[in-house]
């Protein structure tokens, strides 16, 4: 089992930054990939940011591509999720989640990610 928790949402003005940590514990190594999802209300959970543990090789959706960065401390067992130059359209609940499985490329469906955190707040003002 892998627990996961999420910390660092909040408001922010349009054009701020915020800085989201996913704190794991548990059975880590198992996780080959993290994943960070946003969920705004009566929308899908949608991909935002993916990191491989070993390789810390990325990959974005189009919509943060530029402005968020996604990273991560193997020693504190850590993801973050830089987000700058926030708008209102990325408010949403933000949910980081673990992958065990080896894959060759970074899955961007929540359906292949096996554990998920309870999903932190984020508000964009205008």
């Known amino acids: 089992q892998v627990q996961l928790v999420e910390s660092g949402g909040g408001l922010v003005q349009a054009g701020g930054s915020l800085r989201l940590s996913c704190s794991a514990s548990?059975?880590?190594?198992?996780?080959?990939?993290m994943g960070w999802f946003r969920q705004a209300p009566g929308k899908d959970r949608d991909f935002v940011a993916a990191?491989?543990?070993?390789?810390?090789?990325?990959a974005y959706a189009d919509s943060v591509k530029g402005r968020f960065t996604i990273s991560r401390d193997n020693a504190k067992n850590t993801v973050y999720l830089q987000m700058n130059t926030l708008k209102p359209e990325d408010t949403a609940v933000y949910y980081c989640?673990?992958?065990?499985?080896?894959?060759?490329?970074?899955?961007?469906?929540?359906?292949?990610?096996?554990?998920w955190g309870p999903g932190t707040q984020v508000f964009v003002s205008s």
């Open positions: 548990g059975r880590t190594f198992s996780c080959y990939a």
């Open positions: 990191i491989k543990w070993s390789s810390g090789t990325t």
């Open positions: 989640a673990c992958r065990p499985s080896v894959s060759s490329v970074l899955i961007r469906t929540s359906s292949g990610y096996d554990y």
